[in-house]
């Protein structure tokens, strides 16, 4: 999560900073020389990017180098800004101009997808960049921010140093701290009961086992037991032993689960998704959430999910031996069983048919959804590329038999609280479905699975109104937000929207459009963007033909010039694009400059959304995207990496 950033401060400071001329040995153009005279009237120092230079990030940045300039770039000087430059708190702040917008896309694209999601505060991963260098820069200092309480067995503080059984115990006391010398995990004859029915029954706590890559500290001898942690333990350790392991390998995965699974521990990563997750795909509702009653595999997901946070390095080596184990149990459940499938089809039952069982396999599903997130961005390689190409196609399958695509509040009848919380989980659960889906186009070129005409649930509520305990409580509450994703795309494309979008930063809008929220549009320019990498794939094989036969021509994506007669003009699509873009990027804008700085930091990745957009526009304006896009394999490392070749520094 990210702590807010007291804005007001640095904008006042910013306002007294003022700009002066800098003296070039070149012969600057008529820009710079347009920059350089209204800096020496202000009287202080221009930015880089205001002066039409391509800043990439760096400071001295390569830019003010050639040109001999002394570079004033403070994006890496300023320690305590969280933000990026564009679709953040700090760009908020700045105009969006041409100038800046080609400074910060190839800041952006400088390293990839680590530079491009710096930022974003996903699950980190030890073999990128982006992995712990910025984690460990950040350390917990975004644990300030208050979050939610969620119920658990103990209401104790999580992680204690020590949890005594009988406090008024002196000698109890005595005797189990002796034991912290004699292992990792104290009693180790302790055996769980089977608290969930049809369970297995196994030791919850066992000798350690000598692992070269982690030596394990001394740690507490007794902590009291918790039927989830037991549960959960036994449910892993079940489906982990039908993989063929000798015995060595299955004791050193009892000790590792029997570490990370106690109640203290399960607490701390749960609390650690809510603080680093839930800001930005907020899908669980943490309010209602109770760790002794929620779905298993749900409570598994979140846990691991969470525990990829962890600064600890014993926890952290140990989740990652046991997180694809996890995994496997996760995608047993009988949601995504073939088995359960089978026998409900020849018994004559459907799957999901509305009963109260369809809860549970809702909460499955979430749990198939976020170990999927969380191998696809921490896990490794062969994690990765199961998660992407093979369970998160099983997530869509099911998501796909639950309707959740069309998924929608009633407007007209009235409900439970909790049945609106349950369909609002769901409405959330299918966006960030959706965004993943286009984020694997993204960053990796790999090939859309849902289609954007299918999407016909609601836009999520407000982050706010999800995080209450009782929504209906809330003064605002509205039951529905009254247009799907599917309805705000298409409005996007429309000639004249109607009172559907402002026309202009500065005009008022009503109507549908107008009331998108930095989420919806952060969901609107995924979408988009996917359809414009489709639409780029699909030009490729007619543009060829169209210069076999007309050798002479070339191809341009600027709007039709009599001045050049041998330019293709732009296609319909192309133009339809334009105007959705050109839409997108005043909506935002507006949006963004109605937003106060405390809003907008505590907002998750989301508010990124410009970044998105810069891409978007570097594909419709560049002549060589087409072929950038037909030549890209599918599946790429990195597919931000190779579109920097767009960024010609001639043009």
């Known amino acids: 999560m990210i702590v807010p950033h007291n804005y007001d401060t640095d904008a006042s400071a910013q306002s007294s900073v003022t700009t002066s001329a800098i003296t070039t040995r070149t012969v600057p153009s008529a820009g710079i020389k347009r920059s350089l005279r209204q800096a020496k009237e202000a009287g202080g120092v221009m930015p880089c990017t205001s002066m039409k230079l391509r800043c990439d990030g760096l400071s001295p940045c390569s830019s003010c180098q050639k040109r001999n300039l002394r570079c004033n770039n403070e994006r890496k000087q300023t320690a305590d800004n969280l933000e990026l430059v564009s679709g953040s708190a700090s760009g908020k702040r700045e105009e969006y101009g041409s100038s800046s917008d080609r400074g910060s896309i190839k800041f952006l694209l400088n390293g990839g997808t680590d530079s491009f999601t710096e930022e974003f505060l996903l699950p980190p991963r030890s073999d990128r960049a982006r992995g712990l260098e910025y984690h460990n820069q950040k350390g917990r200092q975004d644990a300030e921010q208050t979050m939610l309480d969620f119920r658990t067995g103990d209401p104790s503080e999580y992680a204690p140093a020590f949890i005594e059984s009988d406090p008024a115990s002196l000698s109890f006391f005595q005797d189990t701290f002796l034991d912290f010398f004699n292992g990792p995990f104290g009693n180790v004859n302790k055996i769980v009961g089977d608290t969930y029915a049809g369970g297995g029954s196994f030791p919850a706590m066992i000798p350690s086992i000598p692992d070269p890559g982690l030596a394990f500290t001394t740690q507490p001898t007794y902590e009291p037991e918790e039927p989830y942690a037991a ?59 109770n760790v002794n009653t929620v779905a298993l595999p749900l409570l598994a997901a979140l846990v691991f999910m969470g525990a990829t946070y962890t600064t600890d390095e014993q926890e952290r080596h140990a989740a990652k031996q046991v997180v694809d184990f996890v995994e496997l149990y996760i995608f047993s459940s009988e949601t995504f069983s073939p088995e359960n499938e089978v026998a409900l089809a020849f018994c004559g039952r459907r799957m999901f048919d509305g009963g109260n069982n369809d809860w549970i396999q809702f909460q499955n599903l979430q749990a198939g959804f976020i170990i999927v997130i969380a191998q696809y961005w921490s896990g490794s390689p062969a994690a990765r590329n199961r998660a992407m190409e093979n369970r998160f196609s099983e997530v869509i399958k099911i998501a796909r038999r639950m309707g959740l695509h069309k998924c929608r509040h009633n407007q007209h009848q009235a409900v439970s609280e909790f049945q609106w919380i349950q369909t609002e989980s769901r409405i959330r659960t299918m966006s960030i479905i959706l965004l993943l889906d286009c984020a694997f186009s993204f960053f990796q070129n790999y090939p859309c699975r849902l289609s954007h005409i299918e999407v016909e649930c609601d836009f999520p509520c407000a982050e706010s109104l999800f995080a209450l305990e009782h929504p209906y409580s809330d003064r605002n509450f509205q039951a529905s937000r009254g247009i799907t994703i599917l309805e705000a795309f298409h409005n996007l494309f429309e000639d004249d929207p109607k009172d559907t979008m402002p026309s202009t930063p500065d005009s008022s809008a009503s109507g549908s459009m107008a009331n998108l929220t930095v989420l919806d549009m952060f969901i609107l320019i995924h979408v988009l963007y996917t359809f414009i990498n489709s639409h780029m794939a699909l030009l490729g094989p007619i543009l060829r033909r169209t210069q076999m036969s007309h050798p002479k021509h070339l191809f341009s994506f600027d709007a039709a010039d009599k001045s050049q007669p041998g330019a293709i003009p732009d296609d319909l699509m192309l133009s339809n694009i334009r105007v959705a873009l050109a839409r997108w990027r005043e909506h935002w804008v507006t949006l963004s400059n109605t937003l106060s700085s405390r809003e907008w930091a505590s907002m998750g990745f989301f508010k990124n959304g410009y970044n998105f957009w810069l891409v978007s526009q570097l594909l419709i304006t560049k002549k060589k995207s087409v072929d950038v896009v037909m030549q890209m394999e599918v599946n790429c490392e990195d597919k931000l990496q190779k579109l920097k070749v767009l960024l010609d520094e001639n043009d």
């Open 231 to 289: 549960g959960l333990y036994q449910a892993i350790l079940a489906r982990a032993w039908s993989v063929p392991l000798d015995t060595q390998a299955q004791e050193r995965l009892s000790t590792y689960l029997s570490f990370l699974l106690t109640p203290a521990r399960i607490d701390k990563f749960v609390r650690m998704y809510l603080e680093y997750w839930q800001p930005s795909c907020a899908m669980v509702h943490f309010a209602s959430l």
